[in-house]
């Protein structure tokens, strides 16, 4: 069983990973208004992880006899000026995301759940992944600059992106 602390913390976290899907479906429609399909498909396969990743939590929570408990999602920014503002603010996001998922690590050391921290460690990896992906896209904009053959053949290259189900979701299915 949850303690209400944490189960109030995971809460939060469901709603903070929905709206991170949103971000990034807004961030999807951006790129696919400017003409950047592939850019658009990168933030379209953010958007289904994010979603998934709130599902990951909302399973969990109900199978350790929680109660979920969706709220509001705030709006979310709609336009960014350029792919190297978009991919800094995707970073900044994530960094933030990394945050609040220590956090929730650390409550459930506090709490002494040790089911939820082993369940947070896929996210603590996670998060890793998401920082060092999005780093790496930042580090070759920045080389690409105004290069618009460059950011033709990064747009195609993330347009081969897809979206994978997280093996959590899968084995639980």
Do not use: C
């Not at 208004?33 to 929570?61: S, T």
């Not at 990394?98 to 460690?121: F, V």
């Amino acid at each position: 069983m949850l303690s209400p602390k944490l189960q109030d913390a995971l809460n939060e976290q469901i709603n903070a990973e929905m709206w991170s899907a949103y971000l990034y479906l807004s961030m999807a429609m951006h790129f696919e208004a400017e003409g950047r399909q592939g850019i658009a498909n990168w933030y379209n396969v953010q958007f289904r992880e994010e979603q998934a990743h709130a599902e990951i939590l909302r399973n969990y929570v109900n199978s350790r006899g929680g109660r979920v408990i969706l709220k509001a999602i705030a709006a979310v920014p709609t336009s960014w000026n350029g792919e190297l503002d978009a991919f800094q603010a995707t970073l900044d996001h994530e960094q933030k995301v990394t945050q609040l998922i220590n956090n929730l690590y650390a409550l459930a050391e506090a709490e002494k759940d040790y089911a939820t921290r082993g369940r947070l460690d896929w996210f603590v990896n996670e998060q890793v992944e998401e920082e060092d992906n999005v780093r790496k896209i930042i580090d070759r904009l920045k080389l690409i600059g105004n290069d618009g053959l460059a950011l033709y053949t990064l747009d195609q290259e993330l347009g081969t992106r897809t979206y994978t189900v997280p093996s959590i979701l899968a084995t639980a299915e």
